[in-house]
C-alpha cells in the first residue's frame, strides 16, 4: 500500500468555502473532503475512515475503524508508524518492522499500563499513569527508581572543575554531525546531559532512518512498498509567530542546533530534575490525583525533543514531519483546542524536516509522549553519571547513587511481543487497504 494518492473531490458534492481559501465538501453518503487554497484535496473522512494527504497528493495519515479496533497509519521519512488500538484495552505500536511497543492495562492496578518495547531483539519493561484531559486520555511515565535526592541537587550544582569530556567517533556524523555540537566544557551536570539527550536521540533517529532504509530495500526486492516511507518536500518558513517568547536566532536546517534552543533543553533538564528530586523524598508515594492540566501545559515545559517520527499539522490541513532530535516549542500560554491540539513552532530541524519557524499543530498526549522519551533518557543519563562519577572516572563524584526501587513501576515484559509486532504491519496493510476503498467508492457515488 505505498502508492494511496490523492482523489478527486466528487461532482455532485456540496462545497462550503473556508476562510482558508480551501473549501469544505460533502457527498450525498455523508463524506467529507476538504481542499487547499490550490484546490488540492488535503482530507477525507467518513464515518469509518480519515484520510490525510501531504502536499504531493499522497496518504500520510490513514485511519481506520472497524468492530472495536481503530488503526492509524502515519507515513514519514522513517517508514510506518502504526498504531491499533484494540477494545479490551491493549494498544500495539510499530515503528517500520519489528520496532515499537505493546501496551497493557496492569491487572489489579487501575490507571497504569505497562508497555513492552522491543527494538533488535531486545525489550525494556516501562510504567505510565493513565489521565484525562478533556476527554482526550495521556500518559505519565512512571520510573522504575529514583536515587537519593542529594544526587539531584548535585546534578544541578556547579563544579569546581570543568570537565572536558569527549563523544568519540559517531556514526551518525556525516547525517547530523553539524547539527550536534557539545559543549567544549562542562561546569555541571545539567550541561553534560542536555548534550547526552541531543546525542541519544540523534543516535536513535540514525538507527531509525538505517532500520527503515533496510526495510524498504528488502521489501523493494520482493515487490512490496507497503512500509515505505516518504521523503518530505518541508514548508515554507512562515516567520516567527510565537508572540517573542522563543529564541530569536535559530538553525535553518542545514547547521547546529542553535545555542539558544540547546539553552532551553537545558531548562527543561534542570526543571525535570527538580521534579525528580522532589519525587524521591517519597518514591512509593500514591501516584497523584487527575491533575488540573497535564504537566506539558505548566509553564516551566516549553520545549519538547522529538522522540519519534511525528506528523505536524500546519497552514490548510497541510503535513510535515519532525524526527528525533528535533526540537519543538511551546509558548508558555498556549493551551489547547477542542480537539486536544496546542500550538508549537518548530525550533531545531535537522535536513529534511519541517523547516525552523513552523507553526503547527500537536496533540498534547503527543506532547507528552516526548516529555516521558525525555525522562526517560534523562534517567539513562543519570544512571551514566552515577556509575562514571569518582575513582578515577570523568566526572566529581556523586552522591547518594543508591537507586531505590517504585514498586507501581515494576511490570514483567510482554513475552508475545515480538510476535504482536509483526502482525501490527498486516493491521497497517489493511487499514490502508480499507480507507483506499473506502474513497474511492466515495468518489464513484457507491
Excluded at 67 to 95: E, K, L, Q
Excluded at 164 to 170: C, F, I, L, M, R
Excluded at 174 to 183: E, I, S, W
Excluded at 330 to 344: E, I, K, L, T, W
Aim: proline share 7%; charged share 15%.
Amino acid at each position: 500500500m505505498g502508492n494511496m494518492h490523492q482523489p478527486n473531490v466528487p461532482r455532485n458534492a456540496t462545497r462550503t468555502p473556508m476562510r482558508s481559501g480551501g473549501a469544505s465538501y460533502r457527498t450525498a453518503g455523508g463524506a467529507t473532503y476538504r481542499t487547499n487554497a490550490h484546490g488540492q484535496v488535503t482530507h477525507f473522512q467518513d464515518a469509518n475512515h480519515t484520510v490525510r494527504y501531504d502536499a504531493h497528493g499522497r496518504a500520510s495519515f490513514v485511519q481506520t475503524r472497524r468492530g472495536g479496533v481503530t488503526t492509524t497509519v502515519m507515513r514519514g521519512r522513517t517508514g510506518r508508524t502504526i498504531d491499533t488500538r484494540y477494545g479490551n484495552g491493549m494498544r500495539v505500536v510499530s515503528y517500520g518492522h519489528g520496532r515499537g511497543f505493546v501496551e497493557r492495562p496492569i491487572a489489579g492496578r487501575a490507571g497504569y499500563v505497562q508497555r513492552t518495547y522491543a527494538y533488535g531483539g531486545v525489550t525494556h519493561v516501562y510504567v505510565y499513569h493513565t489521565y484525562s484531559y478533556y476527554g482526550h486520555p495521556y500518559y505519565v511515565y512512571t520510573p522504575a527508581f529514583y536515587y537519593h535526592p542529594v544526587f539531584y541537587a548535585w546534578a544541578v550544582a556547579p563544579w569546581r572543575v570543568p570537565v572536558v569530556y569527549s563523544w568519540g567517533v559517531y556514526p551518525w556524523g556525516p547525517y547530523y554531525g553539524a547539527y550536534f555540537a557539545p559543549y567544549p566544557n562542562y561546569y555541571a551536570a545539567d550541561l553534560w546531559l542536555t548534550d547526552y539527550l541531543l546525542y541519544t536521540s540523534l543516535q536513535n533517529a540514525y538507527a531509525a532512518q538505517q532500520a527503515a532504509a533496510q526495510a524498504q530495500a528488502n521489501a523493494a526486492a520482493a515487490g512490496d512498498t507497503g512500509d515505505q516511507g516518504y521523503e518530505e518536500e518541508p514548508p515554507p518558513d512562515n516567520g516567527d509567530q510565537s508572540g517573542g517568547q522563543q529564541p530569536t536566532s535559530m538553525t535553518n536546517g542545514q547547521g547546529q542546533l542553535d545555542p539558544a534552543v540547546k539553552a532551553l533543553i537545558d531548562q527543561q533538564v534542570k526543571a525535570d530534575l527538580q521534579e525528580m528530586q522532589t519525587a524521591s523524598n517519597n518514591p512509593n508515594a500514591a501516584a497523584p490525583a487527575q491533575p488540573a492540566s497535564p504537566e506539558v501545559l505548566q509553564p516551566d515545559h516549553t520545549a519538547f525533543q522529538v522522540s519519534t517520527d511525528t506528523q505536524l499539522q500546519y497552514g490548510d490541513d497541510e503535513t510535515c514531519n519532525v524526527t528525533a532530535g528535533d526540537v519543538l516549542f511551546r509558548n508558555p500560554n498556549a493551551q489547547p483546542d477542542s480537539n486536544g491540539q496546542v500550538s508549537v513552532t518548530v525550533v531545531g530541524s535537522k535536513p529534511g524536516s519541517c523547516p525552523v519557524n513552523t507553526q503547527a499543530k500537536v496533540e498534547v498526549a503527543t506532547l507528552q509522549e516526548m516529555d516521558n522519551q525525555f525522562e526517560q533518557q534523562l534517567q539513562g543519563g543519570m544512571q551514566q553519571l552515577a556509575s562514571k562519577s569518582g575513582s578515577g572516572g570523568p566526572f566529581p563524584q556523586a552522591p547518594g547513587t543508591a537507586q531505590e526501587q517504585v514498586a507501581s513501576a515494576q511490570a514483567p515484559a510482554d513475552l508475545n511481543a515480538q510476535t504482536l509486532l509483526n502482525q501490527n504491519q498486516q493491521n497497517g496493510n489493511e487499514a490502508e487497504s480499507d480507507a483506499e476503498t473506502a474513497v474511492s467508492a466515495s468518489g464513484s457515488g457507491t
